[in-house]
């Protein structure tokens, strides 16, 4: 099963407009570790200063304005970090040659090598895939699978990768890899256990009886009177 025993990244970003060759660069980007095709809870998430402008139609796609990125910190800044969160894992991402050449232009400024798209899984390519035909946004990909994304009123990297990495787990099988996965584990699990035999100790001594000598009495009178079968002689020679 693809994914399985291996860290990747679901990545997102947002930018000032299409081509990064025309100037444009990236605003926002965020990443969301997962293993074994589980959320580990750690995330990368900045603001990132494009030092330009903020055209109009892409403002109204992320609602993120100059006068908000103003003093964000610029990508120089934030880079060897996101080198670092990254490292070799492979990074997921929706429509992956649009954030890419974004990513890679950026790590070029600095001076950083690119990320090779050896490196990249796309799920706009595995969705149409598996609904050839079908709507593949992020968004229609969320309805599809019933993913909650009435709080996505604008686009935000954070969030979006966030929805991908749930969107990414459906289109690697769901549930029904998850309980594979839980198979495996416990499978190992059992593998790896000592299973030891009980040990079974014999008392050396019987315990003294508690019966009081009027009662022991009356017991072995009425013993005598159901005959040598009964199974208390046994007992009573002891």
């Not at 293993?35 to 900045?46: D, E, I, W, Y």
């Not at 993913?147 to 686009?155: A, F, L, P, Y």
């Not at 014999?202 to 079968?229: F, N, V, Y």
Request: a negative charge; proline letters at 5%; hydrophobic letters at 40%.
């Amino acid at each position: 099963m693809e994914g399985l025993m291996e860290r990747q990244i679901v990545l997102d970003t947002e930018t000032t407009g299409l081509d990064p060759r025309s100037g444009d660069r990236l605003v926002e980007i965020a990443g969301v570790e997962i293993f074994n095709l589980v959320p580990t809870g750690q995330t990368f998430h900045a603001y990132i200063d494009p030092e330009r402008d903020m055209p109009e139609e892409a403002y109204r796609i992320h609602g993120l304005s100059r006068d908000f990125l103003t003093g964000k910190p610029k990508f120089a800044d934030i880079a060897g970090d996101f080198v670092e969160f990254v490292g070799d894992a492979k990074l997921v991402i929706h429509n992956a040659d649009f954030d890419m050449k974004f990513i890679n232009a950026e790590l070029e400024r600095t001076a950083r090598t690119p990320i090779s798209m050896k490196q990249v899984i796309d799920t706009l390519a595995i969705a149409r895939r598996k609904h050839p035909g079908a709507p593949n946004s992020l968004d229609a990909l969320c309805s599809r699978y019933r993913i909650d994304n009435s709080h996505r009123t604008k686009h935000g990297a954070l969030l979006d990768a966030e929805l991908l990495a749930e969107v990414y787990l459906e289109l690697m099988g769901g549930r029904q890899s998850m309980l594979a996965l839980a198979a495996v584990r416990q499978e190992t699990f059992v593998q790896e256990e000592t299973v030891q035999e009980p040990r079974l100790t014999q008392r050396p001594a019987a315990l003294p009886s508690t019966l009081a000598p009027d009662e022991r009495a009356g017991h072995s009178q009425m013993i005598e009177s159901i005959g040598i079968k009964a199974i208390w002689n046994s007992y009573l020679k002891r």
